[in-house]
């Protein structure tokens, strides 16, 4: 299970009533540049992609994804490449594994992943913190070390990381 119809629900109203929400990795362009330009990819997948902003911005082909975004809520095609940008916080503890295998369903070659282990500024609807699932570098590490081969962790300096995996 990727989401529960719930936590879904919620996320989908969130997304309607907060136009700020879901806009894209502001803070990650710049890293997100430099993984285009060192593995030439030429097509992505954006798995988690909010309101599908990256696609606006990258000269390449996005397959935008998200469940709780209509229009992009579609089960994805498979690409060569992913990007899973301040995602996997903000999904419910008990689907990690689940979402993990589907990126690695839904990825050829490599998966960038990042992800954030402190607190969110946005509180949900229901008044948990919008990153549901804080948990640090070791924990992130050892679930994707079950599903993906690790290439790469780089450490941001505002406590976030990048797993580069294939």
């Not at 919620?10 to 997100?32: C, F, M, S, T």
């Not at 430099?34 to 992609?49: A, P, Q, T, V």
Request: with cysteine; proline share 4%; net charge negative.
């Amino acid at each position: 299970m990727l989401i529960t119809e719930e936590y879904q629900k919620q996320l989908y109203d969130y997304h309607h009533e907060n136009v700020l929400w879901g806009n894209g990795p502001r803070k990650r362009i710049a890293d997100v540049f430099s993984f285009i330009k060192e593995f030439n990819i030429r097509e992505c997948l954006d798995y988690g992609c909010g309101k599908a902003k990256l696609s606006s911005i990258l000269p390449l082909k996005v397959i935008n994804y998200d469940p709780c975004v209509p229009g992009f809520s579609d089960d994805p095609r498979v690409c060569e490449y992913t990007f899973c940008i301040d995602v996997m916080e903000h999904i419910e503890e008990e689907c990690v594994d689940d979402v993990i295998k589907h990126i690695k369903k839904k990825t050829r070659e490599k998966a960038f992943v990042c992800i954030s282990t402190s607190p969110a500024k946005d509180i949900l609807p229901d008044g948990r913190n919008a990153h549901i699932t804080l948990k640090d570098f070791i924990w992130w590490y050892n679930k994707y070390k079950q599903y993906f081969n690790i290439e790469q962790a780089i450490f941001n300096g505002d406590e976030s990381f990048w797993l580069i995996v294939s």
